[in-house]
């Protein structure tokens, strides 16, 4: 009977924590996930095996990485645009101006790259979920997703005593395939990609090219219980296996160079 | 307080399978998967919202998708490739042989389309895990990785009286980020898509263009409790929310018109 070969845990779970208010900008986030915590039947105490991660929208409406579209003077290029397919001016504005660079503009959707190297739709502007009563409002990438998952990760620390990884996610369309998953824009405590190039395989054969990107695993897999229209932004993900460390979301980047898929 | 809106569940749970023996060619990997089933502590009974996931592996190798090496002869555009970048003619050989099309062929990697549509390094070709003494295999994808789910579904409905949606899942590599993610190959008894649009948000506001990948990120989810090195080849998942049907993998595949991360 085949059993496994690295000690690593036979279940996962996933658990939404419950009881995070609608978040404004200035709120500690980070408070309120550590009270959820508190809250949360059967996650306490945290353990050595549990990664947090924190949907995008929490972390940019706290931080304050919000536009009001009414403030927004769009240029003839995003006139056009959005009169064309029917989108919002001020918004494509907005995308624009978040872009590092444009990868596409056709058919209504913005592909750019962000300030921080990720490649996607509308540059992470988004109108959805931002709020009771925000009809102009729209969000954007926080500055720093890394940073925003250190702030938590700190906070957690110094409640409970226990260094659990944090991810930021943020839902992402990927070329080749239809459908958006969750995938990682930030991480605090452990290393964004797990290398196992070395490590033998099952039958002892040594592994040439696996790379797996368990920061974007952890957080399809925290988006399969939070849900893209439950107000639940926090998940806990127990018994994955990952490597801590010191990482960044920049260890997630495929410069352009070493991209085959392009 | 926030409160879930749609009735999902707060947590889900991902138990790896244990007591799967070896495949191996014309093996019955669906009454292995249902003895498995018996035996997985606390699993039984199965619930309507389980759904298992396959690896890709040992559908292949119980459906004897399998090419031996040493029966194949490389084109010279095979053994020159290989020649320059370290790698087995015959292995090339094999991907050339499986594709549809060679997106990319250069530093060594192979990008195709396979028959089915899928984007991927080595067209699915792959010599990790194949089995001890297994120097000269390699596995191909399995035909029709629907069907494949849809058999293993079926001896599951048989055993147990309940119908448990089946992914089958491998590692793909993509376009803009580093390292591997599993996705789903193959779907059975479930939506592969799950169609958000005109689903109020949180805060009433009707969603315009949210597709989530549900089949993609279950694959991801029990990629996190399966590893690449363990001899652990099926989990159940539960909790998720998905939408029941008679889905098919080609719901996943972008046509290339309309895909403008290309």
Request: glycine share 8%.
């Amino acid at each position: 009977m085949a059993e496994p070969n690295r000690g690593e845990p036979s279940r996962i779970d996933v658990v939404a924590l419950g009881g995070i208010p609608e978040i404004t900008p200035g709120d500690d986030l980070a408070a309120h996930i550590v009270r959820s915590l508190e809250w949360t039947d059967g996650i306490l105490p945290l353990r050595d095996d549990d990664v947090l991660v924190v949907t995008q929208k929490v972390v940019s409406k706290a931080e304050g990485a919000i536009v009001d579209l009414t403030t927004i003077e769009p240029r003839p290029e995003a006139v056009a645009f959005a009169e064309r397919y029917d989108r919002d001016a001020r918004q494509v504005e907005v995308v624009l101006r978040e872009a590092r660079r444009i990868v596409r503009m056709a058919n209504g959707v913005i592909i750019t790259e962000t300030p921080h190297g990720f490649v996607c739709a509308n540059g992470g502007v988004d109108a959805s979920n931002v709020g009771p009563d925000s009809g102009s409002l729209v969000t954007l990438l926080p500055r720093d997703p890394d940073a925003s998952a250190s702030a938590i990760r700190a906070a957690v620390r110094a409640r409970f005593g226990i260094d659990v990884p944090v991810v930021v996610s943020d839902s992402f369309g990927r070329p080749w395939r239809w459908g958006i998953v969750d995938v990682a824009i930030g991480v605090s405590g452990l290393l964004a990609l797990e290398d196992l190039r070395g490590v033998p395989d099952a039958d002892g054969r040594v592994m040439r090219s696996t790379v797996r990107a368990v920061a974007d695993e952890l957080a399809s897999a925290a988006e399969l219980v939070l849900g893209k229209t439950a107000a639940r932004p926090v998940a806990v993900v127990r018994g994955a296996t990952f490597t801590r460390g010191d990482g960044s979301i920049r260890d997630l980047i495929m410069p352009a160079a070493n991209d085959l898929f392009r």
